[in-house]
């Protein structure tokens, strides 16, 4: 083979290399992925208030708190196809148990938007109202990620 | 070579044999099940409120309660959570107050020897799935303390479930051995450290055994020292446990500690998995301890590459 042939097939390798990267993850997984993204940053407007890292401001409070609550209420139908887990898949951390355990999944989903439309009304209301109504929300945070969500 | 006299062969033997015995004999006493003895803990009087602390330090409920089990149902240590490892299948037992199902009947010195040297009652082994090698580190004060806490826990008749594991680790006796290997009587972390980064290595080794997950294992199951924290395969799953040493875990002391009280990264994305149930508990301690483990994991060697 001579310089330019290998050069040649160096670089169909390589592109063909990133088009397989590009296209690994489903567009239902960058879906779900993104919500939680969106309820990351609300989470840590409030976080942050909740921590002395900012100063508590009541509108920004309530506002990201009803972010929150309109995350919770997107219908989850589409966001988990059969075969988008972390055995079947790169690109994701949900474990197999999430299709093992429908109900419990949704049942989870549900708990985070009773936490968040609590804290929604509590948002306003002072700093120490919200920082009592977060920690519920990151407890259902982190009952979802400590049943159904793989470590890094 | 000349042939050895009849006599002599007699001797070389008999010498061979000792000498095996001798082998053997030593191997089966190193193997032995450690206990502590009653004069070790004579003059100790346990505090329960501070033995408290002790419970969510070293994570008991975080294994032993149920699983998801919250709040107040973290003190019910019914056991049932299963661990699935290279080695096989480990259940965790009973360790409520009940007197037939849990530990209830336990002497204080039967509690310490299970958690300072992996000893049954019956005097065999447990499996180091329980973490004594880090408890072994542990004050003897702060396990008497940590006993009268337990005084006062609920109990519960959840029978404890068998593990599920094959030859040869189901003989326990080859437990000894990998003691023999494994268990240490200093600190991973050594060298001058101030009085908090000490606190928090305290914390961290001795009690909440942050190892146990955070530091790669050795074909055998033995923590690898060498690569302290440098983050390790899911020990009971799949994903990677990722490494707490300071040229891996860039996040500031603060946001260390915070994260160990309100479960939120830096960016706010939740803890997962075991750190959950880990979470729970630091957020039992003191602001102080949870910056103390942050300042000790700030100490810790690079992992490198």
């Given at each position: 083979m001579n310089t330019r042939s290998a050069l040649t097939a160096m670089t169909i390798m390589a592109l063909t290399t990133t088009a397989s990267f590009a296209q690994d993850v489903p567009a239902a997984v960058e879906a779900r992925q993104g919500q939680f993204k969106l309820m990351a940053l609300n989470v840590g407007v409030l976080g942050n208030m909740a921590r002395g890292n900012t100063a508590y401001d009541a509108n920004q409070a309530t506002a990201a708190a009803a972010n929150l609550v309109a995350v919770s209420m997107l219908d989850q139908s589409f966001h988990w196809p059969e075969g988008t887990d972390e055995m079947s898949i790169e690109g994701t951390r949900a474990l197999p148990a999430i299709w093992e355990n429908t109900a419990d999944f949704g049942m989870k989903w549900q708990a985070f938007g009773a936490a968040a439309t609590g804290l929604a009304a509590e948002a306003g209301n002072g700093l120490d109202a919200m920082r009592a109504a977060l920690g519920p929300v990151g407890g259902t945070c982190g009952a979802c990620h400590d049943a159904y969500r793989a470590p890094q | 070579m000349r042939p050895l006299p009849r006599a002599r062969m007699r001797v070389l033997f008999a010498s061979f044999a000792v000498i095996g015995g001798i082998v053997l004999g030593g191997a089966w006493l190193a193997t032995a099940p450690g206990t502590v003895a009653?004069?070790?803990?004579?003059?100790?009087?346990?505090?329960p409120v501070a033995g408290e602390i002790v419970f969510w330090a070293a994570g008991c409920a975080s294994c032993h309660a149920a699983s998801g089990a919250q709040g107040a149902a973290r003190l019910i240590l019914e056991g049932g959570q299963r661990f699935a490892t290279d080695f096989g299948t480990f259940v965790a037992p009973n360790i409520s107050m009940h007197p037939a199902h849990g530990i209830g009947r336990w002497t204080q010195v039967e509690f310490i020897t299970a958690l300072q040297h992996g000893t049954r009652p019956d005097g065999r082994h447990y499996y180091p799935a329980f973490p004594y090698a880090a408890y072994r580190l542990a004050e003897a004060q702060d396990?008497?303390?940590l006993w009268a806490f337990w005084q006062g826990l609920p109990s519960s008749d959840t029978p404890s479930q068998p593990h599920e594991i094959g030859l040869p680790f189901s003989i326990r006796r080859s437990v000894g051995l990998w003691n023999?290997?494994?268990?240490?009587?200093?600190?991973?972390?050594?060298g001058d450290l101030t009085v908090q980064q000490a606190r928090g290595r305290y914390l961290a080794e001795a009690l909440a055994h942050c190892g146990e997950c955070h530091t790669p294992r050795d074909a055998l199951g033995g923590l690898d020292r060498s690569r302290w924290m440098a983050g390790a395969p899911n020990p009971s799953g799949s994903g990677v446990i990722p490494a707490l040493t300071p040229d891996r875990l860039r996040w500031s002391e603060a946001e260390i500690a915070a994260y160990l009280n309100d479960g939120f990264t830096p960016d706010f994305d939740s803890a997962g998995g075991h750190m959950v149930a880990v979470i729970a508990n630091m957020a039992m301690l003191t602001e102080a301890d949870r910056l103390a483990i942050a300042a000790y994991l700030k100490a810790l060697p690079p992992a490198g590459d």
């Open positions: - | 009653q004069a070790d803990l004579a003059g100790l009087t346990g505090d396990l008497v303390d023999v290997l494994n268990l240490h009587d200093d600190f991973a972390l050594t």
